[in-house]
């Protein structure tokens, strides 16, 4: 039973290895052949664009949730008063 569970580890972690030495090899290929293609680009950008907008949208969020936060406060310190 301990074999064939050592078995298993070593045959994933082989192809593991060999995907990630496989994946390397494409990756310095495509880095090599001139980066991204301009459809790429073109995705790269609008990724960023949508990055900014969740971030911009979270900043607000966390706004809103400081005020309710402070009105909470104020809340409970009036009730206790």
């Known amino acids: 039973m301990h074999g064939a569970l050592i078995l298993t580890i070593i045959f994933g972690g082989s192809i593991l290895v060999l995907t990630i030495i496989g994946s390397t090899i494409l990756i310095a290929i495509k880095i ?19 990055i900014q907008e969740i971030y911009k949208g979270l900043s607000l969020m966390e706004e809103r949730i400081e005020a309710l936060e402070t009105l909470i406060v104020d809340h409970d310190r009036k009730d206790r008063v």
């Open 32 to 50: 090599i052949k001139g980066g991204i293609s301009h459809a790429g680009q073109k995705l790269q950008s609008e990724e960023a664009r949508m």
